[in-house]
């Protein structure tokens, strides 16, 4: 007979890489919509996972009449696995929503991140230490010392200097350390344990917690590699990226530009789409090689095609099914008219994108005309963008904005109304200085905003992490442009995704050395298979950067 667990859903983000990775583990999830006192008198193991706004989740959870029944539950003393928002649920509440009170299980409050020395939100890799973990030579709830689990997050409990890193309020704590802060990254009592990652989402380092809970959360003993000591905190991400289009004969396939042109120019004088592979397969290779993330962007998406058959939709199913790694989808995340003339809205559309399995999704084009509105409203926020409605209901952590920039030279900065900085690579003419310019429609058209403007709208918008491409160095092998990057880190707070240029391992720690990036993306070098992602991590390693190696 097949195992169940339950799984609560308040529908406040993606539960399908929940499902999948229970599926995978051999078990059947359950989705419990609505409260009743019936329905959890069944319950044998409990899922609680939580994304988005901390205010939203609580009040789904009220609203819907979970809050007591959880509570009750918990009570039972039956097994219990909260995620993320489903961790900070049992606190007393967040900053980020002050008038909503959490579950109170614990006497501690939330915080937003210090983003004076580091990017907020906290994106990425990094460990939950567990104090005299190794002297004890098991595991903890499947939780392993030097392991590396994901985490997406721009509040925590903060823990103070003099605070306990071993327990809080009767609790078990495993701690973790963003910058100059330590934070609690899981807590756990008799069978009930919350996370601050998402083991889904964690590799196989995340698959062996969720294993662990449904086997009853069992010591095991940890093998001496798990023992081998290996540096603390945020790994340098390294992320794959897919652009997908349909061919001349309309199948699905990963291609890549020069300067985002995707056609063969070859002696024979074909001009086809460049076909690199099939989606599906690649990112799965990818993810068995390491990717911290994969992305995949659909670059024709400014054709018109019914939602319903967006070819994307099915790629992203198939994917979540194997791939346990962030998976974010670009390419026509915006209002759409279906050729039947059906309106979707943005946020119905990346809901769609959501719940076929991606973490987040990433605006392009719609993103520039929407920052060009905010600046001729005054700099003022109307709630109309995708940025503020996706954010609004999944959370700053699930929207990306994806930038296609190239450059524009000028002999003197007065001679642009946009923000310029000296290069170190002057223009045609012997021009010193430069300003970015955004595009959209995949390059093909121009518009009057630059890159360092775009990014603070966004920013005020609701997006979370910027993927910053650069149509000059994209697939030209030749490495990132470290001055773009520069200048977007220098403009924004949250976390940045160098993208377009790498070719080679020693672009990836280029660009981790020479500029504040937090994440660094690669395409043509992987597609082509002139290095794996596992080469360019061991060489990050063996230079004494650090990544996540499973
Ligand atoms: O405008 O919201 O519909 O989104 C469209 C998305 O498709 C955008 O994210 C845009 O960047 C992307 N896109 C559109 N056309 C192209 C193209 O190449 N013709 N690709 C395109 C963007 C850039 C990166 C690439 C890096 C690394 N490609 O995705 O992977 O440059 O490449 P490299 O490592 O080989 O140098 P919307």
């Not at 002050?98 to 020395?117: C, E, H, I, M, Y």
């Not at 099915?314 to 039947?340: A, C, H, M, N, W």
Request: glycine share 10%; with cysteine; hydrophobic share 35%.
């Amino acid at each position: 007979m097949t195992k169940t667990v339950h799984i609560i859903d308040v529908e406040s983000g993606n539960l399908r890489s929940m499902c999948n990775a229970i599926e995978c583990l051999g078990y059947q999830p359950i989705l419990i919509k609505e409260a009743s006192k019936e329905a959890f008198a069944g319950i044998e193991k409990l899922i609680f996972p939580g994304v988005g706004n901390y205010g939203h989740f609580l009040k789904q959870l009220q609203d819907r009449g979970f809050t007591q029944l959880i509570k009750e539950y918990i009570s039972s003393g039956r097994p219990l696995l909260g995620v993320c928002v489903g961790l900070q649920a049992f606190f007393c509440g967040s900053e980020e929503s002050p008038n909503l009170p959490g579950l109170g299980l614990v006497n501690a409050t939330l915080r937003k991140f210090d983003d004076s020395d580091k990017a907020v939100p906290h994106i990425g890799w990094n460990d939950a230490i567990r104090e005299g973990q190794v002297a004890s030579g098991q595991d903890y709830c499947g939780i392993k010392p030097y392991s590396k689990y994901y985490f997406v997050n721009s509040y925590a409990c903060i823990l103070d200097a003099d605070a306990s890193l071993k327990t809080l309020d009767g609790w078990d704590i495993t701690y973790s350390q963003y910058g100059n802060q330590k934070f609690v990254s899981s807590i756990s009592r008799g069978k009930v344990i919350a996370t601050q990652f998402h083991p889904e989402k964690s590799g196989k380092a995340g698959l062996n917690i969720l294993r662990s809970f449904l086997e009853g959360c069992d010591p095991v003993a940890l093998t001496p590699a798990e023992l081998t000591t290996s540096p603390r905190g945020l790994t340098r991400r390294v992320i794959a990226c897919l652009d997908v289009r349909s061919n001349d004969s309309g199948d699905l396939v990963v291609t890549k530009g020069d300067q985002y042109d995707v056609r063969e120019k070859d002696s024979n004088g074909g001009d086809g789409v460049r076909n690199l592979g099939k989606p599906v397969e690649m990112a799965e290779k990818y993810y068995l090689d390491g990717a911290d993330e994969v992305t995949f962007l659909n670059i024709t998406s400014f054709r018109n095609c019914p939602l319903r058959d967006a070819p994307m939709l099915e790629v992203l199913k198939q994917t979540s099914k194997t791939v346990f790694v962030p998976l974010t989808v670009g390419g026509g995340i915006r209002d759409i008219v279906d050729p039947d003339g059906t309106k979707i809205p943005a946020l119905d559309v990346a809901n769609t994108y959501f719940m076929s399995g991606a973490d987040k999704v990433s605006i392009g084009s719609d993103s520039v005309i929407a920052a060009e509105a905010y600046y001729n409203r005054g700099r003022v926020l109307d709630g109309s963008s995708p940025m503020e409605q996706i954010s609004k209901a999944y959370g700053v952590q699930a929207v990306v904005v994806s930038v296609d920039p190239k450059r524009v030279y000028v002999a003197n900065p007065s001679d642009t109304k946009h923000h310029t900085i000296k290069t170190a690579f002057p223009g045609p003419e012997g021009q010193e200085y430069v300003w970015y310019q955004c595009t959209i429609s995949g390059g093909r058209e121009s518009r009057d905003l630059g890159v360092y403007e775009l990014v603070q709208a966004v920013e005020a918008m609701g997006c979370g992490e910027v993927l910053l491409n650069c149509i000059d160095r994209d697939g030209s092998n030749a490495g990132f442009d470290l001055e773009l990057i520069d200048l977007a880190k220098s403009a924004v707070k949250i976390p940045v995704i160098a993208s377009s240029g790498a070719g080679k391992p020693e672009h990836f720690e280029q660009v981790f050395r020479k500029t504040k990036t937090d994440a660094a993306l690669g395409a043509g070098m992987f597609h082509r298979g002139e290095y794996k992602v596992s080469d360019v991590k061991s060489y990050l390693h063996k230079q004494g950067l650090l990544v996540r190696d499973e």
